[in-house]
T-cell receptor, first 112, second 113 residues
Framework: QKEVEQDPGPLSVPEGAIVSLNCTYS??????FMWYRQYSRKGPELLMY????GNKEDGRFTAQVDKSSKYISLFIRDSQPSDSATYLC????????????FGGGTRVLVKP | GAGVSQSPSNKVTEKGKDVELRCDPI?????LYWYRQSLGQGLEFLIY????????KSGLPSDRFSAERTGGSVSTLTIQRTQQEDSAVYLC???????????FGPGTRLLVL
């Protein structure tokens, strides 16, 4: 079993809907949690970064971390066709310099 | 400002040949990482450099893979005697010393025939 599990999708939603993405993990040492967006044939782009449990909001994006359940989520409000991409969760165990462990990515399609 | 750059963007080689992939990190970033992204395996850590410290090579899949970082900036990933299973996108990322977030380049798409 992988350390980080993520549903590969695809997840198809109409424009304007809320996109809900999540990852589960098994390593309780993970403390730093990130979400990346990756467009086809491009490198991952950092969207959200959260330390430990809690919520973080940035514009249309909200990230949630529940360490007790080893579960993280990303919500995208008022989704746009430009949000169509693969979303990757990533996490690390320690301070600066720790390698990231990634989920497999969820492909999202927002239909106009 | 300029982001992480990688070259070449695409590389096609024959099985058994050696290849070199280059990464230019964001200016001032002291940490540099190499990852590999392939179908079925997702994004996997390969190697990490931080300043003048010994690199963390724990993710390198075999001794055919090596990397170096010259002058604390540019890095080169070398794959010797390439195999078809080495076909993947090789991604480089960098980060400032005091931050955990990593910023990725566009990747090099390697195809081994």
């Amino acid at each position: 079993q992988k350390e980080v599990e993520q549903d590969p999708g695809p997840l198809s939603v109409p424009e304007g809907a809320i996109v809900s993405l999540n990852c589960t993990y098994s390593n309780s040492a993970f403390q730093y949690f990130m979400w990346y967006r990756q467009y086809s044939r491009k490198g991952p782009e950092l969207l959200m970064y959260t330390y430990s449990s809690g919520n973080k909001e940035d514009g249309r994006f909200t990230a949630q971390v529940d360490k007790s359940s080893k579960y993280i989520s990303l919500f995208i409000r008022d989704s746009q066709p430009s949000d169509s991409a693969t979303y990757l969760c990533a996490m690390s165990a320690g301070a600066a310099g720790n390698k990231l462990t990634f989920g497999g990515g969820t492909r999202v399609l927002v239909k106009p | 400002g300029a982001g992480v750059s990688q070259s070449p963007s695409n590389k096609v080689t024959e099985k058994g040949k050696d290849v070199e992939l280059r990464c230019d990190p964001i200016s001032g970033h002291t940490a540099l990482y190499w990852y590999r992204q392939s179908l079925g395996q997702g994004l996997e850590f390969l190697i990490y450099f931080q300043g003048n410290s010994a690199p963390d090579k724990s993710g390198l899949p075999s001794d055919r893979f090596s990397a170096e970082r010259t002058g604390g900036s540019v890095s080169t990933l070398t794959i010797q005697r390439t195999q078809q299973e080495d076909s993947a996108v090789y991604l480089c990322a960098s980060s400032p010393y005091t931050q955990e977030t990593q910023y990725f380049g566009p990747g090099t798409r390697l195809l081994v025939l």
